[in-house]
């Protein structure tokens, strides 16, 4: 059995293996979308496989779409040459359910791929196409919020970003300058409108969507590269929109033990790919079960009834609710904390940490008992439900192949918005008191913990990617443990760091806790596990 349109013609072979089929004329898909393409995805990742390709694609199954979806791929160009082509744009979708089971679906719902390459003249000229097709309603992204940002770490404009200031919308090298380039192919075909939809997991996503692509439209302008009414057309939102989102859904890299369930259905060809860009992809996707994707209603050329699909419309005021409620309270925090006592309590997945009762109630008093009383409720979801089933269904699932050390990645980055938002509403509340926060400190102070590189059995362990490293681990360098520290002097740099924490906690009396929670945390081996069971139960 192999992936594609040879391969599938046999049918009863995959359907006796247990793969759900496309249930539609994809040749006749693949015309009329080709002919009249509706919308477009930049980004060819898992995400973009197992949430929007597998909406399109039960929707085309239902009748509820004609066309389908072309992706493109504008930062490593070989997972197109190397896994889309080969495999006719078609891709598994494995779902691993909570309750034990696997659902494989094969997604034919990607009926074009291309390049975006504006050095490569027949995949950058189609794509120039597309974009002047009255048609096109909608260009999504899945690109990391790494992918809208047009300077370094120093705030120096990237080298690729400054030529294609200078040198304008024929030929940019930079991925937001030939987005740009394709606008203003649709500006010069008649000012068409379109909505440019950023499904990148971020907050106000379409507000850094239109930035990165309003630069180049200023700078192009100003430097009478195109025509003065460019600037005009991107900002008017009846011609273009840039709505703001809220995706989630949990999609680790392919796994091996995933692979060798498809192996054991008689697939072939299923070796990943790992690009000369360190991308890795695979024929196939893992994912879970659950899927949100709240989109601000602001499509000036108008879309599909993709509510039937499952995705949820509404006002730009409710997608920031719903953000704010993932983000701050209802998933994002338990994750971290998860990851930042999963890799100090050697856990190798984040499902395993559920079945620890001490991290289950640690996670369950963030979530219930300190973010739940200043949750807002955005109301086209209930953060109480969310959580529920957070932490019943998607962290337990033990057939996730998540990991803490994945999680983990760029902490420092994250516990601002994921535990200062609340730690501010606390404080601003007449009937809350900060004082009473007792888990966040506790995470707080097994970050710091982690920091310091070593398990709860005393064994060195590896770090995961942060910007922060080399700002944070000074501080917590000359700990040993079981040995006697002024956790106080050595900590309080980081602990009044705002950009860090949201707030400065020995300002708000939170310091003193956090250092208490430290100082037991390494009496000696074992230490973080006697906290955890003293403090949480």
């Known amino acids: 059995m192999r992936l594609n349109e040879k391969g599938l013609e046999n049918k009863a072979q995959w359907e006796e293996a247990g793969f759900h089929l496309p249930q539609f004329d994809r040749e006749a898909v693949k015309a009329v979308t080709k002919e009249n393409p509706f919308w477009i995805h930049f980004g060819a990742g898992n995400i973009f496989k197992a949430f929007q390709a597998n909406v399109v694609q039960n929707m085309l199954n239902a009748g509820d779409l004609d066309r389908g979806l072309v992706v493109a791929e504008g930062f490593d160009y070989e997972i197109i040459e190397k ?15 909570a309750d034990g089971n696997v659902e494989k679906t ?7 791929s291309c390049i975006l390459d504006s050095e490569n003249a027949a995949e950058f000229g189609r794509l120039r196409e597309i974009f002047k097709k009255d048609s096109l309603q909608m260009a999504t ?44 192919t649709r500006f010069q075909n008649g000012e068409k409108p379109i909505a440019m939809v950023s499904t990148d997991n ?9 930035a990165a692509v309003n630069a180049f439209a200023e700078k192009w302008v100003e430097n009478s590269l195109v025509e003065k009414g460019f600037l005009d057309y991107i900002n008017t939102k009846e011609k273009v929109s840039f709505p703001w989102t809220m995706i989630d859904k949990i999609t680790p890299r392919p796994d091996s033990s995933v692979e060798e369930i498809l192996r054991k ?37 108008g879309r599909p009834q993709l509510e039937k699909g499952g995705l949820m419309f509404t006002e730009r005021e409710t997608v920031d609710k719903v953000e704010k409620m993932k983000v701050c309270t209802c998933l994002n925090p338990l994750h971290t904390a998860l990851a930042v006592f999963g890799c100090v309590l050697g856990y190798d997945l984040i499902s395993k940490e559920m079945k620890d009762e001490s991290l289950k109630k640690l996670v369950e008093g963030i979530g219930y ?23 019943n269904v998607r962290i337990p699932n033990p057939f996730m192949p998540d990991t803490p050390q994945r999680i983990a990645t760029d902490t420092s980055q994250k516990l ?36 310091m590189a070593v398990d709860d059995n005393g064994n060195a362990f590896e770090l ?30 980081v602990l009044e760091n705002e950009k860090i924490f949201g707030v400065n906690l020995c300002e708000i009396g939170m310091a003193e806790k956090v250092c208490t929670y430290f100082r037991e945390m390494i009496k000696g081996t074992g230490a973080v596990r006697t906290v955890l069971e003293k403090y949480v139960g």
């Open 83 to 97: 896994m889309n082509r080969p495999h006719d744009d078609y891709s598994i979708l494995v779902t691993l359910k």
């Open 106 to 112: 094969v997604v034919g719902s990607v009926v074009e």
């Open 141 to 184: 992204f899945t690109i990391t919020e790494k992918g809208y940002s047009l300077v370094n770490g120093k705030g120096e404009l990237l080298p690729a970003v400054a030529a294609d200031f200078e040198n304008g919308p024929e030929k940019p090298a930079s991925y937001i300058g030939k987005v740009a380039s394709l606008l203003y």
């Open 202 to 210: 971020c907050s106000h996503n379409g507000d850094k969507l239109y």
């Open 265 to 301: 259905d008689g697939l072939e060809e299923l070796e990943p790919v790992i690009t000369s860009k360190n991308t890795y992809v695979a024929p196939f996707v893992n994912a879970e079960e659950c899927e949100y994707l709240v989109i601000e209603d602001s499509f000036p050329n």
């Open 369 to 391: 008992t300190e973010g739940l009383p200043v949750v807002v409720n955005p109301g086209v979801l209930d953060p109480k439900e969310f959580i529920d089933t957070v932490l």
């Open 416 to 451: 601002a918005i994921r535990y200062g938002e609340t730690i501010k509403a606390y404080k601003a509340s007449s009937e809350l008191n900060v004082e009473d926060l007792k888990l966040i400190p506790l995470v707080f102070a097994g970050w710091l913990r982690y920091l």
């Open 464 to 493: 995961s990617p942060d910007p922060l490293l080399d700002t944070v681990c000074p501080y917590v360098a000359g700990f040993k443990l079981g040995e006697e520290a002024d956790v106080e002097a050595a900590l309080k740099p």
